[in-house]
């Protein structure tokens, strides 16, 4: 029997390009993971045959490997090589895995852990340019470190945030600020997320760093636009980060229905809803897009 004691449930972001806030439930038979509190991915801890997967290759006698998709509507969908392999015993890890996301549902959003942070800098000030990446304390950096600034992922995006018409000319400008000679720093935010502190213990406060992980002061119009409309694409996105503060989630839900699709893939982790009726409105959207494409198809 697990205790609750040995089940710990968080939340990380997923950064460069953000795409919301992951949620996991860590056990000792596994952990699970749900980048909308709805599908979580099942993986388990144990000695499997190498073949099967590993998400942890240098670890020769225990790794974690991907077995399912869980949902309250579906149940458990096994993953087809899970399936080949599985044994009694991995499918009592998956199941008391299962049971403690039921048990911890009515808690979404968790807290977010990863506290530490990676910044591009700005050439010619040297201050917090775009986020790179996020850690929680006890994890190892990424090697290698992140060099560059990304908007989106894939030609198109993904199914819950589409490519950002000006991806490019973004990234670019960017790259174009961050200047020839990259310059980054790692700081630990405090939970709260009120001042952040360097590897050398300077203190900083957090009116230094974009809430919306971007830079938002450009002297050419034409990129402040850019990046003022990047924030407003990315919207819903934003509004699962919990340090908000009311003027700046307002300023998100002003504008969230511009990509409604988001919307309804992230609202369940929303931490706050300053305007529920609007929410509503943006999913019932969301629903009508979804509708209409699939008569179409």
């Not at 174009?176 to 050398?200: C, L, M, V």
């Not at 929410?279 to 494409?293: D, E, G, M, P, V």
Request: proline share 6%.
């Amino acid at each position: 029997m697990i205790k609750n004691s040995e089940v710990e449930c968080y939340a990380i972001r997923r950064v460069n390009p953000f795409l919301g806030v992951l949620q996991i439930v860590n056990t000792p038979d596994g952990r699970a993971s749900s980048a909308n509190g709805l599908t979580w991915d099942i993986q388990v801890f144990a000695d499997v045959p190498p073949e099967w997967g590993s998400l942890s290759q240098s670890n020769s006698e225990k790794a974690f490997y991907r077995y399912g998709l869980w949902s309250q509507e579906t149940g458990l969908v096994h993953r087809p090589l899970a399936v080949q392999n599985s044994t009694n015993e991995l499918s009592f890890q998956s199941t008391r895995i299962i049971e403690h996301i039921k048990e911890n549902l009515d808690k979404l959003p968790f807290p977010i852990k990863d506290h530490k942070e990676l910044w591009l800098l700005d050439a010619s000030e040297q201050k917090p340019l775009a986020l790179l990446a996020t850690l929680t304390m006890d994890a190892k950096p990424p090697s290698p470190e992140p060099r560059y600034w990304n908007s989106c992922l894939g030609q198109d995006g993904v199914a819950s945030q589409l490519r950002f018409p000006e991806s490019e000319l973004l990234v670019a400008q960017i790259k174009k600020r961050a200047g020839f000679n990259i310059k980054k720093r790692w700081f630990i935010r405090d939970p709260q997320g009120e001042t952040y502190t360097d590897d050398s213990g300077i203190k900083y406060s957090s009116d230094e760093f974009p809430s919306f992980m971007l830079r938002e002061d450009w002297s050419d119009a034409e990129e402040q636009q850019r990046v003022k409309d990047y924030i407003h694409w990315t919207d819903p996105a934003l509004l699962t980060l919990q340090y908000l503060k009311d003027d700046q989630r307002h300023r998100l839900e002003a504008n969230m229905a511009q990509q409604a699709i988001s919307i309804e893939h992230h609202w369940r982790l929303y931490p706050k809803v300053l305007d529920p009726k609007k929410l509503n409105s943006c999913r019932i959207q969301a629903q009508l897009l979804a509708n209409n494409k699939a008569s179409t198809t």
